[in-house]
């Protein structure tokens, strides 16, 4: 080993040890930016739940000053106190988040602005389960259409006794059969 080399190392324990370089990056630093990333996006997910309707979180409030600890902790290269603070975070947003949930649910509930009109019950996506077509989408069928069903199951027999096809195919076909309609 070169001198050179090991005044290098020395310096970087020196520096707050092998944990503060990363492969080729600047370790605590690099760390720091991905987390000032996550607390920005948090500030802008508050930012568009209060929008619609949501009140502020203390707990969501709470986990973005944690966020920012941990940025300045790990700018400073003191991963153990970022840690704590991220640990700090990941509470405050998962409480954070169910406060969000509910307020979200019972305003569904209501019918309050920020959620789909209530015109008869709706999907989690907010469509409606109407047997009619009234919003002009996909008409989501509330029964198996039997004549339709007949005619696949009659294809795949045919398909499944057509000895032109190959052997793997017409086994997996059957298998299809003895699964979907018991013969």
């Given amino acids: 080993m070169s001198d050179e080399t090991e005044q290098e ?4 324990n020196a520096s707050g040890g ?8 600047q370790g605590g630093q690099d760390f720091a930016e991905r987390q ?9 997910a508050q930012a568009m739940s209060q929008e619609s309707g949501a009140a502020p979180s203390d707990d969501l ?16 290269g003191d991963f153990d106190a970022a840690r704590a603070a991220q640990d700090s975070a990941l509470e405050n947003l998962r409480s954070g988040a169910e406060q969000l949930a509910t307020q ?3 305003a569904g509930e209501r019918g309050e602005e920020g959620t789909a009109p209530s015109n008869g019950p709706r999907d989690p996506l907010g469509r409606s389960l109407g ?16 004549a339709r069903a007949r005619e696949i199951l009659d294809e795949i027999r ?14 997996y076909l059957r298998r299809l059969l003895d699964r979907f309609s018991g013969s």
């Fill in 9 to 12: 190392r020395e310096q970087q």
């Fill in 18 to 25: 092998s944990g503060g370089e990363q492969e080729g990056g």
């Fill in 36 to 44: 000032a990333q996550i607390r920005e996006a948090l500030g802008e």
């Fill in 61 to 76: 409030n709470a986990a973005g000053r944690a966020m920012q600890q941990a940025e300045n902790a790990l700018q400073r």
């Fill in 104 to 106: 979200i649910r019972q």
């Fill in 131 to 146: 047997t009619g077509n009234d919003d002009g989408g996909t008409r989501v069928p509330t029964q198996m259409d039997p």
């Fill in 158 to 171: 045919r398909r499944a006794q057509d000895t032109n096809r190959p052997e793997a195919e017409r086994e």
